[in-house]
Antibody, heavy 121, light 106 residues
C-alpha cells in the first residue's frame, strides 16, 4: 500500500525557515517523480516544486523560486522541502504527492494527508 | 506561466443531475490535462489524466474531453459522494491548477 507521511510543519515567524519531510513507502521511491503541492486557507491548489527521479532535475513555482529547495534521499525513501525567507502568503497545508508512473511526472496518483505551515508574527 | 481558468466557480446541483465543468488554458497544453476531486480534510484524488483517461477505480460516470485550450469534466447522474471541489491541472509546461469548482447540493 502506498503511503506518504508528511512532517515538519508548524508556526514560524516571517523571514524564518522550516524543513518539511515526506516519508514514502509501498512503492519503489527512486522510480517516481515527487512533488509538493500547497493549499492556502480558502484558496485552491498550487504546485510548489517537483523533483524528477534523479536528484538533479527540479521545477519550482515562480512564487517560491530562490526561497524553497526540493530534494530527495532515495536511500531513505524521503522527500524534503527546505523553505527559507518565509512570508505570510506561504501559510498553507503542504501536500507531498507522487507522480503517476515511471514516465509521467504528473499528475499525482497518491497524496499525503498534508502538514500545516503557518507564517505569522 | 500557463493560466488555467475554470467555470463556473460554484455549481449547484441535485442527485441524479448531469453536470459539466469547463477548464480553459491560456495557451495550448495538448492533452496534458488532469482532473481531481478534493474534499475538506482529505487528500485530493485524481479522476482523469491525459484529458480523457479514467484513473483506475474511478466510476465511469466521470468523463473528460477536450484538447488544446478547452476541456470539460462531465459527471453523469451526480451521486451524493460527488459533492466536492474539482480542479483541473495542466502539465504540459510544469504544472498549474485551475482555481477550482465547488459542486454544492441544491
Amino acid at each position: 500500500e502506498v503511503q506518504l507521511l508528511e512532517s515538519g510543519g508548524g508556526l514560524v515567524k516571517p523571514g524564518g525557515s522550516l524543513r518539511l519531510s515526506c516519508a514514502a513507502s509501498g512503492f519503489p521511491f527512486d522510480n517516481y517523480a515527487m512533488s509538493w503541492v500547497r493549499q492556502a486557507p480558502g484558496k485552491g491548489l498550487e504546485s510548489v516544486a517537483t523533483i524528477l527521479r534523479g536528484v538533479d532535475s527540479t521545477f519550482y513555482a515562480d512564487s517560491v523560486k530562490g526561497r524553497f529547495t526540493i530534494s530527495r534521499d532515495n536511500s531513505e525513501d524521503t522527500l524534503y522541502l527546505q523553505m527559507n525567507s518565509l512570508r505570510a502568503d506561504d501559510t498553507a497545508i503542504y501536500y507531498c504527492a507522487k507522480g503517476l508512473n515511471y514516465y509521467d511526472f504528473w499528475p499525482h496518483d497518491f497524496w499525503g494527508q498534508g502538514t500545516l505551515v503557518t507564517v505569522s508574527s | 506561466d500557463i493560466q488555467m481558468t475554470q467555470s463556473p466557480s460554484i455549481l449547484t446541483a441535485s442527485v441524479g443531475d448531469r453536470v459539466t465543468i469547463t477548464c480553459r488554458a491560456s495557451q495550448s497544453v495538448g492533452t496534458w490535462l488532469a482532473w481531481y476531486q478534493h474534499k475538506p480534510g482529505k487528500a485530493p484524488k485524481v479522476l482523469i489524466y491525459k484529458a480523457s483517461d479514467l484513473d483506475s477505480a474511478v466510476p465511469s460516470r466521470f468523463t473528460g474531453t477536450g484538447s488544446g485550450t478547452e476541456f470539460t469534466l462531465t459527471i453523469n447522474s451526480l451521486q451524493p459522494d460527488d459533492f466536492a471541489t474539482y480542479y483541473c491541472q495542466q502539465y504540459n509546461h510544469y504544472s498549474t491548477f485551475g482555481q477550482g469548482t465547488r459542486v454544492e447540493m441544491k
